[in-house]
């Protein structure tokens, strides 16, 4: 398969990778982001506090003995609420001093790949860096698979047909709103779940789509868990988790 | 690279794969499609007449000489409206036609990968075999990055932050609900752009955010173009064209 490797390319001096790692599954790497992730100089991944960093967690069949990795752990997460005034000045101070690492390794000369769970300008945190240093660096970015198209895929259900339209909803909104926006489109995908959930439920149940719902979590990862959401009792979802609500559009 | 070789894995006999091919460049392809474009016994792909396929296209640096191909060629694409009684009917005969050719194949043991541009599951004719044989064969579907996901990232514009709601709307819907759709969103993506360029860029107007759009045509392919919509004198949009509105939401 040296052909990959043809298509694959390899990596630039002092230049950024934002690179898309996909929904969790390693065979849903693109072969630019296999590539880059075998031959930057650096590779760099986010990590909780204590966790081995999602992203990296999905490449570990490429990090190969000797790799050289950066490893930048967020100082706060959920334990202070994003409308605090300490969240956002906690996570700012953090990436003022990650894009300045960064944009040291990148001024040496180095290939910095930064790794990307789905898609990296899709909700990602690579776009936080991608704002502070793409005036300054040479940046490549990378799309992936989103965490969604791994999601509809391992539910069986195909997400837009015909002239369906797809709402993309963040579990942070309230409930009013929520139902609204669900009752108002043909496919819905509801993130950022956490404890949300029952708050989602309700919402999808008061806007008559229940019996449609689908709750991944972890998709296309090995504990991957899919049910009907009807059946999910749990209170809190995961960080990897979502609902699915597919369309139900011209089918010919 | 024989890494990449152990992750993306072989194909199964009597199998149908869908394989998502992503947005164009063929970087793009995942691990697991191009592992099974190597591998199956037959890639088969949907074509307009007169036209090499644009999903075949982009996997044509995989397919070595001797490869067995199957082509299905749509009957009638844009010469009959989608409402038209006849286009439904000429259509559902091809994809009944096409299920029983791919059935027999899949019967006598052979694994078939059918290509689809982006993600199968998101507006992807794939999704059509998949209702006909999914109870009658074993079937693969393996998610890709989609055409949306490749244009906002050629547009450098990372298309969600925060808590943004994104919405895609197909270029069909009429002119005064894309408006309202347009103005209730964070976030947009208007697909299927064709003959309906024209009144897509007046919703965008009318909805107040044709400062921040963008028009791209073909995206990540060699003759991507991308310019901002206000920029866009085209009347027509050609199948691989789209608008990106980026949403303006948290940044940190």
Same mark, same amino acid.
């Given at each position: 398969?040296?052909?990959? !490797? ?14 898309g ?8 790497l693109? +072969? ?20 081995? /960093? !999602?992203?990296?967690t ?21 334990? =202070? ?9 906690? =996570?700012?101070? #953090? ?13 040496? /000369?180095?290939?910095?790949? +930064?790794?990307?769970?789905g ?14 240093? $793409? !005036? ?32 993309? +909803?963040?579990?942070? +909104? ?6 609204? %926006? =669900? %009752? ?11 404890? !949300?959930?029952? $708050?989602? $439920? ?16 972890? /998709? ?19 960080y #990897?988790?979502? =609902? ?6 011209? %089918?010919?």
């Amino acid at each position: 398969m040296s052909v990959l !490797n043809d298509i694959a390319g390899g990596a630039m001096p002092g230049t950024l990778y934002g690179i898309g790692v996909g929904p969790g599954d390693p065979r849903y790497l693109t +072969l630019r982001a296999a590539g880059l992730i075998l031959s930057v100089d650096v590779v760099a991944y986010f990590a909780k506090s204590g966790r081995p /960093g !999602n992203a990296r967690t999905i490449v570990a069949p490429l990090i190969q003995p000797g790799r050289e990795e950066k490893r930048f752990e967020y100082p706060v997460t959920e334990e =202070i609420p994003v409308k605090d005034a300490r969240y956002g000045h906690s =996570i700012t101070s #953090f990436y003022a001093e990650m894009a300045a690492d960064l944009g040291a390794m990148l001024a040496a /000369g180095k290939s910095v790949g +930064l790794l990307s769970e789905g898609d990296p300008f899709f909700y990602g945190s690579f776009m936080h860096m991608w704002r502070r240093l $793409k !005036n300054e660096a040479a940046v490549e970015v990378v799309p992936g698979v989103t965490g969604m198209s791994g999601c509809w895929t391992r539910s069986q259900a195909p997400i837009t047909w015909g002239d369906d339209i797809l709402t993309v +909803l963040p579990g942070t +909104l309230d409930e009013e709103r929520l139902t609204q %926006r =669900i %009752r108002a489109t043909d496919a819905a995908v509801v993130m950022k779940l956490g404890r !949300n959930l029952q $708050k989602v $439920k309700r919402a999808v149940t008061v806007a008559g789509r229940l019996a449609d719902a689908m709750y991944v979590e972890r /998709g296309t990862m090995a504990d991957e868990k899919v049910l009907p959401l009807s059946e999910c009792e749990t209170g809190r979802g995961p960080y #990897f988790s979502m =609902i699915i609500i597919p369309g139900q559009g011209r %089918r010919l």
